[in-house]
């Protein structure tokens, strides 16, 4: 019985150990996470999210889930500048974001500059009527 009740104490420490190490953050990594508004204030679902570093290298593009929220892991400590955008609305460029090893840093963008406001923001017609 004693032998059983050490080898159970060994296995559950063994997991104990084994769920901590996977469950941390990748050593070198940090995560950069956010939400993204629209002129609205309300969450943008499938908003493209554009980051880099501050030095303009490696650009990349990830998307925004159902509720306006993302999250990129794996990245190097380092300054990142990164815009949203979404039905031809785009955020001003969040610059020098700075990100450090197994650490989160969050950020809110909104969208707020665009061309022509698009109609899916409620956008009405202000143009003269036709004579």
């Not at 996977?22 to 050593?27: D, I, L, N, T």
């Given at each position: 019985?004693?032998?059983?009740?050490?080898?159970?104490?060994?296995?559950?420490?063994?997991?104990l150990?084994?769920?901590?190490?996977?469950?941390?953050?990748?050593?070198?990594?940090?995560?950069?996470?956010?939400?993204?508004?629209?002129?609205?204030?309300?969450?943008?679902?499938?908003?493209?999210v554009?980051y880099?570093?501050?030095?303009?290298?490696?650009?990349?593009?990830?998307?925004?889930?159902?509720?306006?929220?993302?999250?990129?892991?794996?990245?190097?400590?380092?300054?990142?500048?990164?815009?949203?955008?979404?039905?031809?609305?785009?955020?001003?460029?969040?610059?020098?974001?700075?990100?450090?090893?197994?650490?989160?840093?969050?950020?809110?963008?909104?969208?707020?500059?665009?061309?022509?406001?698009?109609?899916?923001?409620?956008?009405?017609?202000?143009?003269?009527p036709?004579?």
């Open positions: 019985m004693r032998h059983r009740l050490i080898l159970v104490a060994v296995v559950f420490s063994t997991l150990a084994a769920s901590s190490v996977f469950s941390a953050p990748q050593r070198g990594a940090g995560i950069l996470a956010g939400l993204v508004l629209g002129p609205d204030d309300k969450p943008v679902a499938n908003a493209a554009t880099q570093s501050g030095a303009g290298n490696a650009p990349h593009a990830i998307h925004t889930d159902a509720h306006g929220r993302f999250t990129i892991t794996k990245l190097k400590s380092d300054n990142y500048d990164l815009r949203a955008s979404a039905k031809g609305v785009f955020s001003e460029w969040e610059k020098n974001v700075t990100v450090r090893s197994g650490q989160t840093k969050s950020v809110t963008l909104r969208l707020i500059y665009a061309k022509e406001m698009p109609k899916a923001y409620g956008a009405t017609d202000t143009s003269k036709k004579q």
